[in-house]
């Protein structure tokens, strides 16, 4: 069973810090990473995707791939109140046709 | 000019009842899925459709049928509801298939079975 695993938190982090979420992902062939962030009682919106090594960065977000390790990050620079949700990273199955979820981080923006 | 759209959004219903949840986009989007989010909020695939074709039915019991009547639609009928039912049923879309360029969700459907 291919798995994505995030902690699940919550992780605290004082207004105008950086936040760093993590995750890692047991299917060596994946290509594509998403990051979904999910407000409290409502659906998942897509943020972020990454595709290749490195850091892709797209306003105060940074998405980072490690391809040999496996393992995909969330920067959030400047952490606002309005960021805290819960943050889900989510895999495209190689060789299928779902996206798997991790179980998702819980932020919180202390004001 | 909602992108996907599920109704009902919240449905509260007795145990051993049956029901249905629909969702429609109006993305030109091929292939439409519905997730389960538990308590926990984790989000775990039930079925997929491409193009009015089933390509997903994960390990479900057999009390929960789709159908897709056409790309833009898709519906889930729960027979004979039971208590582990209850969840947040989410209903997504996504150009092509698997969720290579990622999803957009529905609002939700809140299934409270009592």
């Known amino acids: 069973q291919k798995e994505v695993e995030q902690n699940s938190g919550p992780l605290s982090v004082p207004e105008g810090a950086i936040a760093s979420l993590n995750c890692t992902y047991s299917?060596?062939?994946?290509?594509?990473f998403f990051w979904y962030r999910q407000y409290s009682g409502k659906s998942p919106e897509l943020i972020m995707f990454?595709?290749?090594?490195g850091d892709k960065e797209d306003g105060r977000f940074t998405a980072q791939l490690n391809k040999a390790s496996q393992y995909v990050s969330l920067l959030i620079r400047d952490s606002q109140p309005s960021d805290s949700a819960t943050y889900l990273c989510?895999?495209?199955?190689?060789?299928?046709?779902?996206?798997?979820f991790g179980a998702g981080t819980r932020l919180f923006v202390k004001a | 000019d909602t992108a996907v759209s599920q109704t009902p959004k919240y449905l509260v219903t007795q145990m051993g009842n049956d029901k249905s949840i629909k969702c429609e986009q109006n993305?030109?989007?091929?292939?439409m899925y519905w997730y389960k989010q538990d308590s926990k909020k984790f989000l775990k695939i039930m079925f997929s459709y491409n193009n009015k074709e089933l390509i997903i039915n994960e390990t479900v019991p057999n009390r929960f049928s789709p159908k897709s009547p056409d790309k833009a639609h898709l519906n889930l009928h729960i027979n004979s509801l039971e208590l582990g039912d209850s969840a947040v049923y989410f209903c997504a879309s996504s150009p092509g298939v698997g969720g290579a360029y990622g999803y957009t969700f529905g609002s939700g459907t809140r299934l409270t079975v009592v």
């Open positions: 299917d060596r062939g994946s290509q594509s």
């Open positions: 989510a895999v495209p199955n190689t060789g299928g046709f779902k996206t798997i």
């Open positions: 990454i595709y290749s090594n």
């Open positions: 993305l030109g989007h091929d292939t």
